[in-house]
């Protein structure tokens, strides 16, 4: 018969994933720092692009989508519009709020990444495995998935 873990053993577990998750957080950011310079971009830069690569977004709507504040997403359009890499057009839904979109320079900019970008996954593959690399991004998503359930203003709190 197993026991179930005590309160002290899920404090440990919480822990370890918070200080894992902040470590590879600063992994992945210092990678795609090194991916994204070649292409004249940050990688800031390159995560408010790619947010917008697939359709315009609202800058609140990217903010979301990476977990990050508006005035942040806000200072990067800003900053990519003035050097000809996003522009903000009009939003049917919302007057007020301006759609973000690469312009063709923005997009060549995040295609000269590509490169650099496939021979990482190549090389991250070969190191995990196929199933490990899909079993890792599988777990990111359903804690990142738990953590956006409990911080639902519906959620109750125990």
């Given at each position: ?16 994933t918070a200080l894992g998750v902040f ?76 759609l973000l979109r690469p312009t063709d ?13 496939a021979s990482l996954a190549t090389r ?35």
């Amino acid at each position: 018969m197993r026991e179930e873990p005590s309160l002290r053993d899920r404090q440990d577990l919480l822990s370890r994933t918070a200080l894992g998750v902040f470590r590879l957080n600063g992994q992945f950011l210092s990678v795609s720092e090194e991916l994204a310079r070649p292409a004249g971009l940050t990688a800031a830069w390159w995560q408010v692009l790619g947010a917008v690569l697939k359709e315009p977004l609202p800058v609140a709507g990217i903010a979301r989508s990476m977990g990050i504040t508006r005035q942040s997403v806000q200072r990067i359009a800003d900053l990519l519009a003035a050097k000809g890499l996003a522009e903000y057009i009009p939003n049917p839904a919302h007057r007020r709020a301006k759609l973000l979109r690469p312009t063709d320079a923005g997009r060549a900019a995040v295609a000269r990444i590509g490169p650099g970008h496939a021979s990482l996954a190549t090389r991250l593959a070969a190191e995990l495995g196929d199933t490990a690399f899909k079993e890792t991004v599988q777990a990111l998503e359903r804690l990142t998935k738990a953590l956006d359930t409990l911080q639902s203003p519906n959620t109750p709190v125990p």
